[in-house]
T-cell receptor, first 109, second 114 residues
Framework: GQNIDQPTEMTATEGAIVQINCTYQTSGFNGLFWYQQHAGEAPTFLSYNVLDGLEEKGRFSSFLSRSKGYSYLLLKELQMKDSASYLCAVTDSNYQLIWGAGTKLIIKP | ETGVTQTPRHLVMGMTNKKSLKCEQHLGHNAMYWYKQSAKKPLELMFVYSLEERVENNSVPSRFSPECPNSSHLFLHLHTLQPEDSALYLC?????????????FGPGTRLTVL
């Protein structure tokens, strides 16, 4: 079966760095997305990786290793507004989008 | 504001009621989606429409009936729902139905079935 694994919940301190991991087992691979979802709000697009390596976008970076079936989202200089759920999603060989259950990130002062 | 709106934001209904969820996108996109989001579970894709034609139906019970009258509007008609259908229903759109493309989500309708 197809599966996306993410930690259910993480806690970090304001100003610090946090890494949210995502591992996947899918029938083929055609890209990996990260979305952010604040409580009661719509998911919003953060990043898309299709090649191995690190993509940096301001305080957020996303890394992909296709051989390991692994990605992480790195958040630097954490702010209270970064408290949200972070959703990992993978496009398989049939171009179906497979979603993880999301990681709830709690930022403490 | 992501350009995708949903109404109502909250809905409480009995199992014998009939109601409809509405989604509108103002982005000029050609594809629209309905998702179900339950607590601590992955997003479940329900329906995909491309240029007003349904291109995917992921074995959704017939008590959920989608309608796409034009490329900007999408409805989800509900009837004789079950309590386990209580969830957040999200609408999304994208430029086309290819899943290499970013999807834009609406804020969702929080549905409670009594």
């Amino acid at each position: 079966g197809q599966n996306i694994d993410q930690p259910t919940e993480m806690t970090a301190t304001e100003g610090a760095i946090v890494q949210i991991n995502c591992t996947y087992q899918t029938s083929g691979f055609n890209g990996l997305f990260w979305y952010q979802q604040h409580a009661g709000e719509a998911p919003t697009f953060l990043s898309y990786n299709v090649l191995d390596g690190l993509e940096e976008k301001g305080r957020f970076s996303s890394f992909l290793s296709r051989s390991k079936g692994y990605s992480y989202l790195l958040l630097k200089e954490l702010q209270m507004k970064d408290s949200a759920s972070y959703l990992c999603a993978v496009t398989d060989s049939n171009y179906q989008l497979i979603w993880g259950a999301g990681t709830k990130l709690i930022i403490k002062p | 504001e992501t350009g995708v709106t949903q109404t109502p934001r909250h809905l409480v209904m009995g199992m014998t009621n009939k109601k409809s969820l509405k989604c509108e996108q103002h982005l000029g996109h050609n594809a629209m989606y309905w998702y179900k989001q339950s607590a601590k579970k992955p997003l479940e894709l329900m329906f995909v429409y491309s240029l007003e034609e349904r291109v995917e139906n992921n074995s959704v019970p017939s008590r959920f009936s989608p309608e796409c009258p034009n490329s900007s509007h999408l409805f989800l008609h509900l009837h004789t729902l079950q309590p386990e259908d209580s969830a957040l229903y999200l609408c999304a759109s994208s430029q086309d139905p290819g899943t290499k493309i970013e999807q834009f989500f609406g804020p969702g309708t929080r549905l409670t079935v009594l």
